[in-house]
């Protein structure tokens, strides 16, 4: 099980950034994935979560109507796309694969990560 990350960039506040995880030695049917960040100085903190079975999505409530996350089978790729950007949304970004038949997305759930890709906000 492999994870990749990537997609994190410098944009101004109000910008858009896509990032990418692709997965490895496993299908978006095997595991549930996660977006997980980590602000300087901070704990992690749940981003956003997507269950492949039975196709079920969650977005933290602070970025509920900013961010997307969304796969692609085709590519074994699930993508996090965020919009209107805020620079405390600057921090590591952290994709994740846990088990299907758990439905929390918290650190805690997930078992195997993938390195992550550092977003930063700031004009």
């Known amino acids: 099980v492999q994870l990749q990350a990537s997609g994190g960039g410098l944009v101004q506040p109000g910008g858009s950034l896509r990032l990418s995880c692709t997965a490895s030695?496993?299908?978006?049917?095997?595991?549930?994935i996660g977006w997980f960040r980590q602000a300087p100085g901070k704990g992690r903190e749940a981003v956003s979560c997507?269950?492949?079975?039975?196709?079920?999505?969650y977005v933290a409530d602070s970025m509920k109507g900013r961010f997307t996350i969304s796969p692609d089978n085709t590519k074994n790729t699930v993508y996090l796309q965020m919009n209107s950007l805020k620079p405390e949304d600057t921090a590591v970004y952290y994709c994740?694969?846990?088990?299907?038949?758990?439905?929390?997305?918290?650190?805690?759930?997930?078992?195997?990560w993938g390195q992550g890709t550092q977003v930063t906000v700031s004009s």
């Open positions: 997507f269950w492949g079975i039975p196709g079920t999505t």
């Open positions: 030695g496993f299908t978006l049917d095997d595991y549930a």
């Open positions: 994740a694969a846990g088990s299907l038949s758990q439905y929390r997305c918290i650190e805690v759930a997930y078992d195997f």
